[in-house]
């Protein structure tokens, strides 16, 4: 986001994160919390609803990275190395939705977590009991090792978080810039270049995106209906 | 004279027992305690894979009963053996990579009450496996399962 976004004068107020990716955000915590949860006191029927969700919320989001609000396209805001090092330098100018340091945040953050439900998908317990819908299709020494690195990627997973927690109090504390608020009314005062508003994405759009991304949880959920 | 005779083969027909049967002792007492380890862990991957087997099954929208009642003979079998896999110093110790809690050991009565429940779920299994009710099979599998999280979290450190 851009610097110094105080109450200024001739700062405009501008919509700029859309509802389905602050819904979004805000479901992730809470899911992500709520897996962890079921998983350490043993349900893991809820465990694998909550993991659908959140598998669910992953590839809306990947689509809508596509298809969606101007601030929500990752062509807006994945832009390489390059600008990354001038955004440092401060040699670019304030920036409305992700900047391109907060692009490697959202990238590696959504590589994990589909890479987390995806291992879920597989893995197995020690038990031979409890495993993923797509288990069926491998052996338990496999399922086994999707376990372990479900695990493995969880803890990575931590410190992910971790660092995106410490970078919004940075922030707020040093940078004295409020990003919280902006991701929970979708709006935020922004004095740079009077532009072009960000296009937001009708509605319709998400809910659509949004449908089709839960069919496919469902029938693999269902393992495709194949065993 | 004969009396002497008898006295002195049976007393090296003890010996020659005596010596035979530590000698059977001894070749079981042969793996190492990391053999012994390896042995267990492959003992158990054979048991949660028979185990995997019979509730993919009983998972399916068609389960196919063969395969459940192989896996559950498998594993009525390896619970029998089940007991043989943890030798005296194939716990926890220096240069041994175990998951098995040294409780096992030091905690034996309860640990063969445990395996003692495994056995009786593996053959309640096996035999309910040989009938056609699918819930049946289903609960018994449940109750089997539950059997092996419940010594898990007892004897085995948590991975």
Not at chain 1, 138 to 162: C, D, K, M, P, W
Request: include cysteine; charge should be positive.
């Amino acid at each position: 986001m851009g610097e110094r976004a105080g109450e200024r004068e001739g700062a405009a107020r501008v919509r700029v994160w859309d509802g389905p990716l602050r819904l979004f955000h805000w479901s992730l915590p809470v899911l992500i919390a709520f897996s962890w949860w079921c998983a350490e006191s043993g349900n893991l029927e809820w465990h694998r609803w909550s993991g659908y969700t959140i598998l669910t919320l992953v590839l809306f989001r990947l689509v809508w990275g596509f298809v969606g609000s101007d601030t929500a396209r990752f062509s807006q805001f994945v832009r390489g190395f390059r600008s990354i090092g001038a955004h440092l330098r401060g040699a670019a100018g304030p920036t409305l939705g992700h900047n391109p340091l907060g692009a490697l945040s959202v990238v590696a953050m959504l590589a994990l977590l589909l890479a987390q439900t995806m291992l879920g998908l597989f893995a197995v317990d020690i038990d031979g009991i409890e495993s993923g819908p797509l288990a069926v299709f491998v052996s338990f020494e496999q399922g086994r090792i999707a376990a372990e690195a479900h695990h493995l990627v969880f803890n990575t997973l931590l410190v992910l978080i971790a660092l995106h927690l410490l970078a919004i109090a940075f922030y707020a504390l040093v940078k004295r810039e409020n990003l919280v608020g902006p991701m929970i009314t979708g709006a935020r005062r922004f004095e740079g270049p009077a532009g072009q508003p960000p296009r937001m994405a009708p509605l319709w759009r998400a809910i659509l995106v949004a449908a089709l991304a839960a069919g496919l949880v469902y029938a693999v959920a269902h393992a495709f209906w194949l065993f | 004279m004969r009396g002497s005779i008898i006295r002195r083969a049976s007393l090296a027909l003890c010996a020659f027992a005596v010596i035979a049967a530590s000698g059977v002792a001894m070749a079981q007492a042969q793996l190492t305690p990391a053999e012994a380890i390896q042995h267990r862990q492959e003992q158990l991957r054979r048991l949660g894979a028979s185990f995997k087997a019979a509730n993919d099954q009983l998972r399916s929208h068609s389960p196919d009963l063969a395969v459940v009642r192989t896996s559950a003979q498998s594993i009525a079998t390896l619970a029998e053996d089940f007991p043989n896999w943890f030798p005296q110093g194939s716990g926890p110790g220096p240069g041994l990579d175990t998951h098995a809690k040294a409780e096992i050991w030091s905690n034996a009565a309860g640990f063969g009450e445990q395996v003692s429940q495994l056995q009786a779920a593996a053959q309640s299994f096996n035999q309910v496996s040989a009938g056609s009710d699918v819930a049946a099979i289903t609960a018994s599998a449940r109750a089997l399962g539950a059997r092996c999280a419940s010594c898990h979290t007892d004897f085995r450190e948590r991975s």
